[in-house]
């Protein structure tokens, strides 16, 4: 487990001045996050997503949980309750820094956390296709597309910051169906950030929408092949039949520069 993606866990703050909260840029934040570190508050991150969606109450992305100074072990349950309450530790360090240091947080106070921590990488299967960072970063298309992806590289390593790697402007690269295929086990698809990839490719393909467009073309796929293997069903059947349900797997690339 030594080289996963750390995982974070999330958690609300309400009792927020959300009008000035929202008003702080993501540099003053990462400015006034970093003044507190030098004023001797442990934080492991300084950048984080910040979203407020209903007045007085923000979301917070900004937790990494580290146990031993490594990724916790995602297959060992000691690792992961040690993580649990590591990642609670740190909501309430974070809170005490945002009271102290952010404007629009003076009064704040911690809603929930997530029921669970956030883990970004975990098991993945190594399939008929691996998807590689060249590919990702380099916008590859694929005879047996079944979804697009335009996130970039976004790895939650060591350090206070997020390493990004970004595509080209409306840029993006496919997940073909060969990286739902699992090497080995007979009649199995496989979707969702354990789709096979190296773990820098899997840290752009893991997000949401692409594990929603891998679920939706897997399920297909299982509906076509029936009785018959999932190998071999007729790709290019399965790209009309997603095409049919709303599915878009090359966007037009006037379309990603106006969005
Ligand atoms: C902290 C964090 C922040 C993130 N932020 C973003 C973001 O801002 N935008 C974005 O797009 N993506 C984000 N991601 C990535 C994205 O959320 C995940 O990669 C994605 O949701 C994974 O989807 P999945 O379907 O592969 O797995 P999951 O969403 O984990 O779904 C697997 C499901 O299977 C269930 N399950 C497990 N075992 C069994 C079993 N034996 N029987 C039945 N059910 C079972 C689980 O309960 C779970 O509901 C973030 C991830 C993390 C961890």
């Known amino acids: 487990a030594g080289g996963l993606q750390f995982p974070s866990t999330m958690f609300r703050m309400a009792g927020v ?45 900004i937790t990494r949980v580290k146990v031993d100074g490594r990724s916790p072990d995602p297959f060992d349950p000691a690792s992961l309750s040690r993580a649990e309450s590591e990642g609670r530790r740190q909501a309430r360090r974070y809170l005490e820094v945002f009271r102290r240091y952010v404007p629009g947080y003076e009064r704040a106070f911690i809603l929930d956390t997530g029921a669970e921590l956030g883990v970004r990488e975990t098991r993945r299967i190594v399939g008929a296709h691996v998807m590689t960072t060249e590919e990702v970063i380099g916008e590859r298309k694929f005879d047996d597309a079944i979804a697009p992806s335009c996130w970039p590289i976004e790895e939650h390593g060591a350090g206070r910051s997020t390493r990004w790697v970004w595509m080209s402007p409306g840029g993006y690269c496919q997940i073909p169906y060969r990286a739902l295929l699992p090497r080995g086990p007979e009649n199995l698809l496989v979707a969702g950030r354990c789709l096979s990839a190296t773990h820098e490719a899997q840290a752009a393909l893991r997000i949401t929408a692409n594990c929603f467009s891998m679920g939706q073309a897997a399920g297909i796929a299982a509906a076509m092949a029936g009785d018959g293997r999932v190998a071999d069903v007729d790709v290019p059947a399965l790209q009309r039949a997603l095409a049919a349900a709303g599915a878009v797997l090359a966007p037009r690339p006037e379309a990603a520069v106006d969005a």
Do not use: K
Not at 18 to 45: F, K, N, Q
């Open 17 to 61: 001045d959300t009008e000035r909260a929202m008003a702080v840029s993501r540099d003053e934040m990462h400015a006034l996050l970093e003044r507190a570190v030098a004023d001797g508050y442990e934080l492991p991150r300084t950048a984080g997503g910040i979203y407020s969606v209903r007045e007085g109450i923000v979301h917070l992305n």
